[in-house]
């Protein structure tokens, strides 16, 4: 970070001024970007390979009250073997559980590759002490966690309290150690642009590395609009400091169409060099299923029924 | 990297015939005059050969029209609504075929015409089947009277949008037309015309006559024309002027421009660049209201400049078929002999030229997107209408300074202002001597908002209800 950045966070009163000062985002101009993008027509092998892309981009995710140690299993195994009568299908990059499964998927993921990341900080809704988050991610990496999902306070946030939200972040980003640290904004309870690029740079200061948009439990969720104002901040938080930042969109991404809408996203904001698991990653469930399909249409010429494809 | 393979629409949909006749009183007749070839720009492949009509041919047109006149100007409003409903429809169904045909023609990438010509047409005409039997409340008192015969006279750069914006009020007001499509570009209009018969519009009422200036020239001097209205250049749109003074004839000239676009320090940059890009690189800057002055606020010009290099690398020229093509072929060796001159005489003056590194086809006709930078006011690619991809950027310090500069031309089209400030966006529009001022946003086209110049841009309006009036007899 810069020594003009790295006095932001001396106060609230520093903090605000910066954010505020970030250059604003027109709605209107916003969405018509990213519904112009979505207009890219990308065929043949164009789609083939941006198909592949997107499954080494998939984080893998379940996030229900009913998660038990047997879903995680049977959900590792989709995450390393997507397509049974595949060989040629990558893996995807990382299964994404609660904290409490963590060490299921360490253990039923062996060697394979895949990394695992965990929600913590009282996911979804964030609304517990410090302390308390603290723990939840201690926990989570103690298990065997290589990433870590937190949401940030969107209370805090909406309360013009953003020094609140940087140490929090930071407190997180300490007890994380090894792992990776994704911060998620929450954006359709952040409700404006505005609010999403301050946000996505008050997560990056606070040393996230991979901002994104959502936990899934609200919507709207990953819109092209938030994902191509969170590439953009990356774009220029990288400018400006020199330090790269991923981004994840999350949440209702279900077709290949959605998926390859976001690649081109990607490409046209933040540029290619931010086409790579390490740097963008599409947070689903049932987008895998479609992404198998869509390729296997492409092998074949023909689409199969959906009981060809595993439900796990 | 994510190349994006060739995504190229399909010609199939479109029957090109290999040669094209008059549209005269509801029937395709052959020309006098000596015919001529109109191409792809793209390729220089010849796409067809068109007629060209003579004075002989211009009288035949207007005869029927006059004659239709009778017939369709006496219709209840709500009888010509039913047609004008018919047609808006029928350009929908077959829109794609007429993209397709309009991209072939012009050069233009099959996304704008897709997404942008096809729609706004059949929104004129829809928005114009409206008034047809309401012309009692537009304004102008009860049973307001249509002019009669109006000899209108298109450019290329939105072909079929211009024909549109032309035709359907005629129409609505009562009146018969005889249009002059471009040279360059006759095709749609012709497939328009084939519209009009599916759409068993009376004979006579719509006319399509093709040919060059002179044809043109036939049109808006036949004297029993009563309504004239020219959309092209300055130099063309005076010597109309002149040759119709006195004779009575009602005149619409729409010309023009050298628009600014103001951006101001507290602007959203990222949505302003795209707006700056869209305000000039739209349609490869055949547009009169292109914002091809850019006034940046001195504070962060450096910094703008930069985001618009980044955004310009991304554009992709090439092939207009091509759906992820963002810029086409310029319409004509003409044209971009014009560009290319006008650029040459930039860097001459001293202004720093900059596109990026893009890689043009070999054959038809092509230029890079490209910015001035450095460039003042005395230069002349900010004075002179470039028509083509060519961007000027130049700074100012205070909004007086910005309205002063933007208001230093001959032309007042268009003007775009953006700031997060929304009382400073008043103040400007009430200063800017502009017909149309766009607030964070830029070419923003619609049917029901009134479009035309101040001073050199031409008078009278087009669209909404204040479009009514140019075809009415108030």
């Known amino acids: 970070m810069t020594s003009s950045l790295a006095d932001v966070a001396s106060s609230n009163a520093t903090l605000r001024a910066f954010l505020h000062g970030l250059p604003g985002v027109d709605r209107v101009g916003a969405d018509q970007r990213a519904a112009m993008l979505g207009t890219r027509s990308i065929k043949t092998t164009a789609k083939a390979a941006a198909i592949d892309l997107a499954i080494r981009m998939v984080d893998l995710t379940t996030l229900e009250g009913a998660d038990t140690p047997g879903k995680v299993r049977a959900m590792c195994a989709k995450a390393v073997h997507p397509d049974p009568g595949d060989p040629s299908v990558p893996k995807v990059a990382a299964v994404c559980v609660y904290p409490d499964l963590v ?101 990056m200061m606070a040393g996230g590395d991979f901002i994104k948009t959502s936990t899934g439990k609200v919507q709207p969720a990953a819109t092209p609009s938030v994902t191509l104002i969170m590439l953009e901040a990356v774009r220029d938080f990288l ?74 | ?146 002019l009669g015969v109006a000899g209108q006279v298109i450019p290329w750069n939105f072909p079929l949008l211009m024909l549109a914006w032309k035709i359907a009020p005629a129409l609505a007001c009562g009146n018969t037309v005889v249009l002059k499509p471009a040279e360059t570009t006759p095709l749609t209009a012709l497939l ?35 309504k004239v209205a020219f959309t092209g250049s300055t130099e063309v749109g005076r010597l109309i002027a002149r040759n119709v003074a006195g004779s009575g004839k009602k005149v619409t000239l729409e010309l023009g421009g050298k628009a600014a676009n103001i951006v101001f320090d507290d602007a959203a940059i990222d949505q302003a660049v795209e707006g700056i890009v869209n305000g000039i690189f739209f349609n490869q800057g055949h547009v009169c209201c292109a914002g091809s002055r850019l006034l940046v606020q001195e504070s962060i010009a450096e910094e703008l400049l930069e985001s618009l290099k980044r955004r310009l690398s991304l554009l992709r020229l090439g092939d207009p078929m091509d759906k992820n093509t963002d810029i086409g072929a310029i319409n004509s060796s003409t044209q971009l002999a014009r560009v290319r001159e006008l650029s040459d005489i930039g860097e001459a003056e001293g202004a720093e030229r900059w596109s990026p590194a893009c890689a043009l086809p070999e054959r038809g006709f092509w230029f890079p997107p490209t910015i001035f930078t450095g460039v003042a006011q005395s230069h002349r690619i900010a004075r002179d209408e470039v028509f083509g991809p060519v961007l000027a950027m130049l700074t100012f310090r205070t909004p007086a300074e910005a309205v002063e500069k933007a208001n230093n031309t001959p032309y007042g089209l268009s003007a775009g202002v953006w700031t997060e400030k929304g009382s400073r966006i008043l103040w400007m529009a009430d200063r800017l001597r502009a017909g149309v001022v766009w607030a964070n946003t830029f070419n923003k086209f619609d049917p029901t908002s009134p479009f035309g110049g101040y001073k050199e841009s031409g008078y009278g309006r087009e669209g909404g209800r204040h479009g009514l009036e140019a075809y009415l007899d108030v």
């Open chain 1, 239 to 312: 400018a400006t400091t020199g330090r790269k930042v991923g981004v994840k969109p999350a949440g209702g991404i279900r077709t290949t169409k959605d998926a390859i809408k976001m690649l081109v996203l990607v490409n046209e904001t933040a540029g290619e060099d931010w086409l790579h698991p390490d740097w963008f990653r599409l947070g689903a469930s049932t987008l895998l299923n479609d992404l198998l399909m869509q390729r296997q249409k492409m092998a074949t010429g023909r689409y199969a029924g959906s009981d060809y494809f595993t439900l796990d």
């Open chain 2, 192 to 226: 328009f015309a084939e519209i009009c018969r599916q759409a068993e519009l009376p004979p006579g009422v719509v006319n399509i006559v093709t040919g060059a200036g002179e044809t043109g020239a036939a049109v808006v001097n036949h004297p029993d024309v009563n």
């Open chain 2, 1 to 146: 990297m994510f190349e994006y393979a060739p995504a190229p629409e399909s010609r199939d949909i479109v029957d090109i015939k290999p040669s094209y006749g008059l549209f005269i009183d509801g029937e395709f007749v052959d020309g006098t005059g000596a015919p001529f070839k109109t191409i792809n720009p793209a390729t220089e492949e010849t796409l067809a050969e068109v007629a060209t009509a003579s004075g002989e041919d211009v009288d035949r047109a207007v005869q029927a029209a006059r004659k239709a006149f009778g017939v369709w100007s006496a219709m209840p409003g709500s009888e010509r609504a039913k047609y004008l409903f018919r047609i808006a429809r029928i350009i929908q169904e077959r829109s794609r075929e007429l993209a397709v045909l309009e991209t072939l023609d012009n050069g233009k990438p099959i996304r704008e015409a897709r997404d942008v010509d096809l729609p706004l047409v059949a929104a004129h005409f829809f928005y114009y089947a409206g008034w047809a039997d309401k012309l009692d409340y537009a304004g102008y008192g009860p049973g307001p009277k249509p």
């Open chain 1, 103 to 203: 060490a299921q998927a360490v253990e039923s993921l062996g060697g394979s590759g895949v990394k695992v990341a965990s929600v913590a900080t009282a996911f979804p809704s964030g609304r517990s002490s410090l302390d308390v988050k603290v723990a939840d991610t201690a926990l989570a990496v103690a298990a065997g966690a290589d990433e870590i999902d937190m949401v940030i306070d969107r209370g805090a946030f909406l309360a013009g309290d953003y020094l609140k939200v940087f140490e929090e972040i930071a407190a997180i980003k300490a007890a994380c150690g090894q792992a990776h640290l994704k911060v998620i904004l929450e954006t359709g309870e952040l409700a404006t642009y505005d609010n999403v690029r301050r946000a996505s740079w008050l997560a």
